[in-house]
């Protein structure tokens, strides 16, 4: 259950921070990848419930430990990219994972209750954490659409600029 649990968190991680692009995926690829240990002091400091699942995962399974490894060191390099251009973003998106993280072992509680009070009790937790998630998701939706649209300006205000410069760079083309 909680490699499980891990394996969400990796996908929940990746869905968030893929959401953003960071420049040319070339100059990424150039960099040297963040050793273990780089990985371990970052998900310390900032995701310390994924630390222990780890742990575990590297005495059950070596192979999925060494892959997981590698795809939350890509993810903490996005992380860092993201944190440059957009600080707040950067953090809501670390809130939301915890977020995630807590509401797989609420999620846990609810199947393992053994009494209808207690289900409910944690089903109306899971239920304000699944509601909180999901207006992140909203909000981070709402972000990468301000982003293109941005973009979308740049890229208009650009083409006005060389439509208003064509007859002059066509004139200046000619007397050479």
């Not at 240990?37 to 005495?59: C, D, G, N, V, W």
Request: a negative charge; hydrophobic letters at 35%; aromatic letters at 8%.
């Amino acid at each position: 259950m909680k490699t499980k649990m891990m394996i969400g968190f990796s996908v929940a991680m990746i869905t968030c921070l893929s959401l953003v692009s960071f420049g040319d995926d070339d100059d990424y690829e150039d960099r040297e990848e963040m050793s273990e240990a780089q990985i371990y002091a970052f998900l310390q400091i900032h995701l310390p419930e994924a630390t222990s699942e780890l742990k575990k995962l590297r005495k059950e399974d070596p192979e999925a430990y060494a892959e997981k490894i590698e795809n939350f060191g890509q993810e903490i390099e996005y992380y860092n990219e993201l944190k440059k251009e957009s600080p707040e973003v950067a953090e809501k998106i670390l809130e939301t994972v915890r977020l995630e993280i807590k509401s797989w072992h609420v999620a846990q509680k609810v199947n393992e209750a053994k009494t209808p009070a207690k289900r409910k009790e944690h089903m109306t937790q899971l239920e304000k954490m699944l509601n909180k998630i999901f207006d992140f998701h909203l909000a981070e939706g709402e972000f990468e659409v301000q982003q293109v649209e941005k973009e979308l300006r740049e890229i208009r205000a650009m083409l006005e600029k060389r439509k208003a410069s064509r007859e002059r760079v066509i004139k200046s083309e000619s007397k050479k």
